[in-house]
Structures are given as C-alpha cells and as structure tokens.
C-alpha cells in the first residue's frame, strides 16, 4: 500500500521568498512516481511537477523545484520568489499501479 | 489542452435523493478517476475506471456506484442521498501510458440538506 504524510497544515511566507513544502511517502513498490498539485480558492487541482523514482537529478519546472530524497523517502516541495498568487492548498500524490493516493495537503499563504 | 468537464459547480439536494454527478474529458484517456475531498482528510478515491465499463473501488465506495458507458463519460451516482455525503467531489483522467499525472476537473460542491 501507498501513503503520503503531510505534516504541515498551514504554513507562511513573505512575498519573495522561498517556501519549503515538506511530503514523505511510503511505499513498497521500486518503481514509482511523485507529484504535486495545487488548489487555489476556486477548487481547480492544477499539476505542478512529477518525480520519478529512477530520475537522478531533482525535478523543476520554472519556480517549482522537488527536492527528492530517496532514502529518506521524502520529496518536498521548494516554490522560490514566492508570489501572492501561489496562496493556495499544496497536495503531494504517489502513484501505486493505476490510482494515485494523496496527502491531506499544506495551505500556503503568502504575505505581502 | 486536456479538459475535463463536470456537469455542475455547485448542486443541492435532499436526502434520499438518487444523485447523479457527471464528467466529460475531451482527450481520449483511458483512466478516469472520483474522488471526495473533506478538510484534513485530502482527497480519497471513491471509484475509478481504466477502461469502458471497467471500474474498481477506491477507499471509500459505500453509498456511491459509477457508470462509464462511452470513454469520455464518467458517472458518480448516490444511490440514496444522505447529509454525510456533502462534499466536494472532483473527477479527473489520464492516460495509461508511463507517469502522466492527472488531470482535474472544477469539482463540484455538492451539499445533501
């Protein structure tokens, strides 16, 4: 079985800054992957970023980085120059065969 | 750009009520998922399908069944609505091939007075 842990609810950061959203998982497959998804206010669950198990080198896409441990099993996300618009609930998933399981998310908000 | 499409942003009815949610994705994906989402529970999967009239359960199936008759159609149905049903509850698909991720739909409030 698959499960991802969350341990931040909510979490703050000044506009500008970098912001460290932390995910672990568990899992027993050798194979699979890791995203992250974000939820603003309006409800709409965008993707972010995608982690491989096998990929050696971190993931990122523009200001979205993963820091991706694999002995330690976590794979948190790093948003740099954060900005108001990245207020919003963060959801880290594992995908396990055909369905993904999801963490019970981090609410960013970011302060002017 | 892939869309997925549920019927209603925001839908109340009455306990007991047969409730159906609806979702349309425009881009030929074989998998298609329903999930709820509570606050502090995160989103759990109540039923996906990997095929045309292929489903399986997810975590919380009780009180929901699904219908998926043509590919880009994937039905929630609540057999007889109860107040612990209120939720959001998003649909979202994908393709089968390697580690795509997901795509959403708007999600839909739905509250059972």
């Known amino acids: 079985a698959q499960k991802i842990t969350q341990t931040q609810p909510g979490m703050f950061v000044q506009e500008k800054e970098a912001v460290t959203l932390d995910c672990t998982y568990d899992?027993?497959?050798?194979?699979?992957?890791l995203f992250w998804y974000k939820q603003p206010s309006s409800g709409e669950m965008i993707f972010l970023i995608y982690?491989?198990?096998?990929?050696?080198q971190n993931a990122t896409e523009g200001r979205y980085s993963l820091n991706f441990q694999k002995a330690r099993k976590s794979a948190n996300l790093v948003i740099s120059a954060s900005q108001l618009g990245d207020s919003a609930m963060y959801f880290c998933a594992i995908k396990g065969g055909n369905q993904f399981y999801f963490g019970t998310g981090t609410s960013l908000t970011v302060i002017p | 750009d892939v869309k997925v499409t549920q019927s209603s942003r925001y839908l109340v009815k009455r306990t007991g009520e047969k409730v159906f949610l609806e979702c349309v994705q425009d881009?030929?994906?074989?998998?298609m998922f329903w999930y709820r989402q509570d606050p502090g529970l995160g989103l759990r999967l109540i039923y996906f399908?990997?095929?045309?009239?292929?489903?399986e359960k997810g975590d919380i199936p009780e009180g929901y069944s699904v219908s998926r008759e043509k590919k880009e159609r994937f039905s929630l149905i609540l057999e007889s609505a109860s107040t612990n049903q209120t939720s959001m509850y998003l649909c979202?698909?994908?393709?089968?091939?390697?580690?795509?991720?997901?795509?959403f739909g708007d999600g839909t409030r739905l509250s059972i007075l």
């Open positions: 399908s990997y095929d045309v009239k292929m489903k």
């Open positions: 982690q491989g198990s096998y990929d050696e």
């Open positions: 881009m030929d994906h074989e998998n």
């Open positions: 979202a698909s994908r393709t089968n091939l390697g580690n795509q991720p997901q795509h």
């Open positions: 899992t027993s497959d050798q194979s699979y992957g």
